[in-house]
């Protein structure tokens, strides 16, 4: 071993203000060679603390994701943008009805391809930094800038033991310390006292889960099986794989008994949605949720319909008078995220996924899921005891009501057993045919719909 921090540097200020060298950096002598420095920095002296920062720079090249600017949706003024996006679509691609499934796939792929060509032209973009704060202010940066001057102009004259900086930097970095207290503290509070219902799982999130700044989050080596044989996933191709098997297994096999069913009269059905239906639908959309393959966010639809409403219009119609869907609304970016409170979070049951499909599609399955929703309800198709997927029936409801017949069961003298099912890989595994048998059987399903 070999030591690399130079000799008679020091690291640590006492109480008395003495400096003195607790603090050393070896390194093994085949590696000498990649050190390139390795000293102190007594301008990056953290606030409230006694040791001097070591900074020690390697030459070893580490593959690096390039920095990806990013739109800045959020402070952003949309009225040029609608102005250019109206205009580039009267030129290119404008609104009128759809007759042939060749216009539908190109006045899909168009309409996409203008919206993403005005965003990149008129969007102004930034490159978030994984160690800002939302707390942070100009304030703030501007004492930190003066209090690392001050800490390094305190460690120049060191030996100087009334030198006026010393002082000035004491000063200033409670002054810092206290800044930075202060301006977490007020920021939370205000967030926390104007959230709005939906946030409160956010709130709640923030509080529970482990202090992290997401820098460095990955998805560790997988123990996984292959062939029955325990293995180790450590590249990334492998976790793909083994993740991508658990997520999506084997769909089931095709129910035999569904052929010559008879179904009752299909329940009468909307054409096509109207132009009314897509806008609340469209208001509905979180604005801010990350985008599908296309890249394009709800914030988009939702400041620019006034714009998009007569194509969307003749799109959605398509769908439903030529029978025809578009394939870029079948593809999905999948993310990976870890299940919270899990022991360990090397099995792949550890974590989930999350599938974020391209804004016109998700906005259309929107609008059938209401349609579905508003027939199961008029219809009495779904059991009283079921909250999920319902609006209306949310999770505290179902709480209370278990909880209600928990205590009636008490009271009754009864004993209560409850029994929970995860099913797993639900949604993934539906099987399809039944799933439309299920429809039909239920007069759900008809030649529009």
């Not at 006045?107 to 008129?122: G, P």
């Not at 069961?409 to 009864?414: L, R, V, Y």
């Not at 099913?423 to 059987?441: C, H, K, S, V, W």
């Amino acid at each position: 071993m070999e030591l690399i921090l130079p000799p008679g540097t020091p690291t640590y200020e006492t109480s008395t203000h003495n400096w003195t060298r607790p603090d050393n950096v070896w390194l093994s002598h085949h590696s000498l060679n990649l050190v390139i420095s390795c000293d102190t920095n007594p301008s990056l002296h953290p606030v409230l603390a006694d040791h001097l920062p070591v900074i020690t720079i390697i030459d070893m090249p580490v593959a690096r994701a390039p920095p990806k600017s990013l739109p800045n949706f959020q402070d952003f003024d949309f009225t040029d943008f609608n102005k250019a996006l109206h205009s580039r679509l009267q030129h290119n691609s404008p609104a009128e009805l759809l007759r042939t499934k060749e216009a539908f796939y190109n006045k899909v792929d168009r309409l996409t391809t203008i919206i993403q060509e005005t965003i990149d032209s008129h969007m102004p973009a930034k490159k978030p930094c994984p160690f800002s704060k939302r707390w942070w202010t100009t304030e703030l940066t501007a004492l930190k800038k003066r209090k690392n001057q001050l800490s390094n102009e305190a460690y120049k004259f060191r030996h100087i033991v009334d030198h006026p900086s010393k002082e000035e930097h004491k000063k200033i970095t409670k002054e810092f310390a206290s800044a930075i207290e202060d301006a977490a503290k007020s920021h939370w509070l205000n967030w926390l006292e104007n959230i709005s219902a939906q946030q409160i799982y956010s709130a709640n999130k923030y509080v529970t889960n482990k202090p992290s700044d997401y820098s460095s989050t990955r998805v560790p080596s997988l123990k996984t099986c292959i062939d029955d044989d325990r293995v180790l996933a450590t590249s990334n191709a492998d976790k793909v794989k083994a993740l991508s098997t658990s997520f999506f297994p084997p769909l089931p096999p095709t129910s035999p008994d569904l052929n010559d069913m008879e179904y009752p009269p299909p329940l009468p059905g909307i054409k096509f949605f109207t132009r009314g239906h897509i806008k609340e639908a469209a208001r509905r959309l979180k604005p801010f949720k990350a985008p599908g393959p296309d890249g394009i966010p709800n914030i988009v639809l939702i400041k620019s319909l006034d714009v998009l409403i007569n194509h969307l219009y003749y799109v959605y119609r398509a769908v439903f008078e030529l029978d025809v869907y578009h394939e870029r609304w079948l593809t999905s970016t999948t993310l990976v995220l870890c299940k919270p409170g899990k022991p360990a979070y090397d099995v792949e049951k550890a974590y989930h996924p999350i599938g974020l499909l391209d804004t016109m599609g998700k906005l259309l399955s929107t609008l059938v899921a209401t349609d579905l929703s508003f027939l199961a309800e008029k219809h009495s198709m779904l059991p009283p005891g079921q909250f999920g997927g319902r609006s209306g029936h949310n999770t505290t409801d179902a709480i209370h009501l278990l909880t209600h017949t928990i205590k009636d069961a008490w009271h009754s003298g009864k004993l209560v057993v409850a029994i929970f099912l995860n099913i797993q890989g639900a949604f993934p595994n539906t099987n399809r045919e039944r799933l439309i048998d299920n429809m039909q059987t239920r007069s759900v399903m008809n030649d529009n719909r």
